[in-house]
Nanobody, 116 residues
Framework: QVQLVESGGGLVQAGGSLRLSCAVS????????MGWYRQAPGKQRELVAA???????NYSDSVKGRFTISRDNAKNTVYLQMNSLKPEDTAVYYC??????????WGQGTQVTVSS
């Protein structure tokens, strides 16, 4: 059974930083894409950043230059370093794992709150 366990959310003032981690337990195919999505109250879930096992990244325009995604393939862990946080970054952040076109798994979500 594959599970995604997130950590690192919390409350931070605007301009501050947080680092999210997502560890995948269980056996997964080595070629995959791991990423972070977020969902603010009343809004749809949106992509924040994603990274393939080969190192290709994709960022939402709203976080480019402020957030950095990285991963440790040996540990099946993906990270999201969030700098220069803004109140509009407040949301529940979800870790996501995609393998091919047929398999997708979500984490339970971690709350990030940025105060002004």
């Amino acid at each position: 059974q594959v599970q995604l366990v997130e950590s690192g959310g919390g409350l931070v003032q605007a301009g501050g930083s947080l680092r999210l981690s997502c560890a995948v337990s269980g056996s997964i195919f080595s070629r995959n894409t791991m990423g972070w999505y977020r969902q603010a109250p009343g809004k749809q879930r949106e992509l924040v950043a994603a990274m393939t096992s080969g190192g290709v990244t994709n960022y939402s325009d709203s976080v480019k230059g402020r957030f950095t995604i990285s991963r440790d393939n040996a540990k099946n862990t993906v990270y999201l370093q969030m700098n220069s946080l803004k109140p509009e970054d407040t949301a529940v952040y979800y870790c996501n794992l995609v393998v091919g076109s047929a398999y997708q798994k979500w984490g339970q979500g971690t709350q990030v709150t940025v105060s002004s």
